[in-house]
């Protein structure tokens, strides 16, 4: 599963809101509740936001492996 907590984590370092992401940005409130339900997302916009975050993919996301497939395998 992708997680995009270290998101979060990213704008609180770097002190920009979400109201910041929506007016100076232009980034749509639909991206963020896609963000904020670990739904997928474009790397079109993955490198958007490491463009105005200023940051790397890493920043934005992390896998997290299912202990479902993990206890599979």
């Given amino acids: ?6 998101f979060y984590r990213t704008l609180h ?6 109201y ?3 007016n100076q940005f ?6 963020l509740d896609r ?3 670990n739904k997928p997302i474009s790397t079109v916009t993955l490198n958007d936001l490491c463009s105005f975050l200023d940051c790397r993919v890493e ?5 997290i ?4 497939e993990t206890e599979n395998q």
Wanted: charged share 25%; proline share 3%; net charge positive.
């Fill in 59 to 63: 920043d934005i996301l992390v896998y």
């Fill in 26 to 31: 232009g980034i749509s409130r639909s991206l």
């Fill in 1 to 6: 599963m992708i997680s995009y907590e270290p």
């Fill in 20 to 22: 910041k992401l929506i």
């Fill in 13 to 18: 370092e770097k002190n920009v809101s979400t």
């Fill in 35 to 37: 963000l904020k339900h």
């Fill in 65 to 68: 492996a299912d202990t479902k």
